[in-house]
């Protein structure tokens, strides 16, 4: 009998050094330096920021995504989802954990397809902390479909050169190199006709013609990048994986993507849960407090049960790609808590901040935040409809059609069918009678 919801205690005296760790000395940054996490911290913030990634290095808690030879500590997708539901709580956190995404995935495809040199010279600095990386792959007029991508790689001399537009490449403007997918052979088609290039970020050539900002940010100051890739010449090392890769290389780092998001989210979703609780608790109406409420009871048991289901979820997926150590195995189901994962956070968020009234739709409150991060949720990595359709298709593999004219689990048919099936017994009751 192999199920079992417990954390082993060793491992859960790290998770509860984590959670305290995070509430007291990491949300603080969140406040300081909100939407500053990506930026290359100055002298100053290094006097903050350096002391609590050691003291998660000596926790043994840093980069706990990859596996001992690449500086983590391997302790696999479950342990991560544990320990990333906490982080989650917090913009700084994953930052100091050094388990921060874009750069997660981005490292790990380089630990996967990248040489020896490509190792050294990208991923050791990027799992060390100290640069961060982008990867370009949406385009204006493609968003995340290949089959649509124009921008192109072609050779030139030994090496590459790249053309075309990228939009949404996030933290295009702090990155230190960008992962950069292309059309290296258009008549192969997208799944082996494109590749990934490592392109260091003064490449001559790399134009950030917008930094595209979200919801209320200000114009132009945004985080996600429109790029025109401009007759970038890249050298022959550049290519990660092999000329015609991209495609697989890109299923392998979504995949991991999309599962970490979920993993934080449960952490956001929970961290509403918590507030609704405390003000439904503290908030007094003419006869009582507005936990006495039935509608309120009822947002915050709806809540209660959606994230733990979505929790419970989240833990199978990572428990799963453990088990199988191959995202591909486990598409469908990364794809479904895509899915899942909008939803509960925009329903957990949407009924913290009604119970908040008008504080909760204030900027004084990060309700508003979190309904906009939702929405991101249902869109970065590829939209949910997207998702629906890859896991209807892998559902319905699983399924046949049936020759006849009745559906299998028409009940007049399945009733003559169990009458003929035990006719003999049935014909002894009626002749006992
Ligand atoms: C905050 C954020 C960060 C991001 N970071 C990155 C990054 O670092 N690098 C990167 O390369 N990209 C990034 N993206 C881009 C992201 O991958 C795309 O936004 C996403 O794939 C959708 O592409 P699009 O925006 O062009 O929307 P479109 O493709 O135009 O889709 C718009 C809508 O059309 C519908 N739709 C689209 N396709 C289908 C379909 N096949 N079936 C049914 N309905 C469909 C959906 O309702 C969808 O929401 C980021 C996006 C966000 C919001």
Not at 265 to 282: H, W, Y
């Amino acid at each position: 009998m192999a199920w079992d919801f417990e954390t082993e205690s060793e491992f859960q005296a790290k998770l509860d050094w984590a959670d305290t760790f995070v509430r007291e000395e990491v949300e603080p940054l969140d406040l300081l330096w909100h939407g500053l996490q990506f930026t290359p911290p100055d002298a100053e913030k290094r006097k903050i920021i350096d002391p609590l990634k050691d003291e998660v290095r000596r926790r043994r808690l840093w980069a706990a995504h990859l596996g001992p030879e690449l500086g983590g500590e391997g302790y696999g997708q479950l342990k991560l989802a544990l320990l990333n539901e906490i982080l989650g709580r917090s913009e700084w956190a994953p930052i100091i954990f050094g388990c921060q995404a874009p750069d997660t995935g981005n490292a790990e495809i380089i630990a996967h397809y990248g040489t020896d040199e490509q190792k050294e010279r990208y991923l050791r600095p990027l799992l060390d902390g100290e640069i961060f990386s982008c990867y370009s792959m949406t385009e204006p007029q493609a968003g995340s479909d290949p089959a649509l991508f124009e921008t192109r790689a072609e050779p030139d001399g030994e090496g590459w050169v790249i053309n075309g537009w990228k939009f949404f490449s996030s933290n295009a403007r702090t990155a230190s190199f960008f992962i950069v997918m292309a059309v290296t052979d258009p008549d192969a088609g997208p799944y082996e006709g494109m590749s990934m290039f490592l392109v260091p970020a003064d490449t001559p050539g790399i134009r950030i013609e917008r930094n595209v900002g979200l919801g209320d940010e200000p114009a132009g100051d945004g985080a996600h990048a429109l790029i025109h890739y401009d007759n970038v010449r890249v050298g022959p090392d550049a290519v990660l994986g092999g000329p015609g890769q991209a495609f697989a290389i890109a299923q392998t780092r979504l995949g991991g993507g999309r599962v970490h998001h979920a993993m934080r989210t449960i952490g956001l979703a929970r961290k509403a849960l918590d507030m609704m609780c405390e003000r439904a608790l503290s908030r007094r109406t003419r006869d009582g407090v507005l936990a006495d409420k039935q509608f309120v009871q009822g947002y915050i048991a709806d809540s209660y049960a959606q994230l733990t289901q979505f929790r419970l979820f989240v833990l199978y997926v990572a428990w799963s790609i453990d088990k199988h150590n191959d995202y591909r195995k486990v598409r469908k189901d990364i794809a479904a808590v895509k899915i899942v994962m909008p939803q509960v956070l925009h329903d957990i968020a949407q009924r913290a901040a009604q119970v908040h009234g008008a504080l909760g739709m204030s900027n004084e409150m990060p309700f508003q935040r979190m309904l906009l991060g939702a929405g991101v949720m249902g869109m970065a990595d590829g939209p949910t409809e997207v998702h629906k359709v890859t896991v209807a298709r892998q559902v319905l593999r699983g399924h046949q059609p049936t020759d006849g004219l009745w559906p299998t689990g028409h009940l007049p048919s399945r009733t003559e069918a169990a009458r003929a099936k035990y006719a003999a017994h049935l014909d002894r009751e009626v002749g006992n009678l």
